[in-house]
Nanobody, 123 residues
Framework: QVQLVESGGGSVQAGGSLRLSCAASGRIFSSYHMGWFRQAPGKEREFVAAVRWSGGNTYYPDSVKGRFIISRDNANNTVYLQMNSLKPEDTALYYC????????????????WGQGTQVTVSS
């Protein structure tokens, strides 16, 4: 099992930045792919970033590419999502997730989930 706890959400004006953190505990963090998802009210969950277990590969959809950066610190069992140039449409509940190493890190099939942290971007 992997337990995930997100932090760093909040309210920011359009154009601003936030950095989300996700602390993991449980089994060996470094062997899991890590991802970030978001869900806005009335919308489908969206896969916004992923990093392979080794940290050498990342994935972003076009909606956030060039603005969001995912990184991981395996020594401290933490994954980050740096969000820049935020837009009102980035407003959502952001979830951290972990995928077992046999999965495709860039596909939205993840095994463990955190509770989420709210990000609100005002215009």
């Amino acid at each position: 099992q992997v337990q995930l706890v997100e932090s760093g959400g909040g309210s920011v004006q359009a154009g601003g930045s936030l950095r989300l953190s996700c602390a993991a505990s449980g089994r060996i963090f470094s062997s899991y792919h890590m991802g970030w998802f978001r869900q806005a009210p009335g919308k489908e969950r969206e896969f916004v970033a992923a990093v392979r277990w080794s940290g050498g590969n990342t994935y972003y959809p076009d909606s956030v590419k060039g603005r969001f950066i995912i990184s991981r610190d395996n020594a401290n069992n933490t994954v980050y999502l740096q969000m820049n140039s935020l837009k009102p449409e980035d407003t959502a509940l952001y979830y951290c997730a972990a995928a077992k190493p046999y999965r495709n890190y860039a596909a939205p099939a993840y095994d463990y989930w955190g509770q989420g942290t709210q990000v609100t971007v005002s215009s």
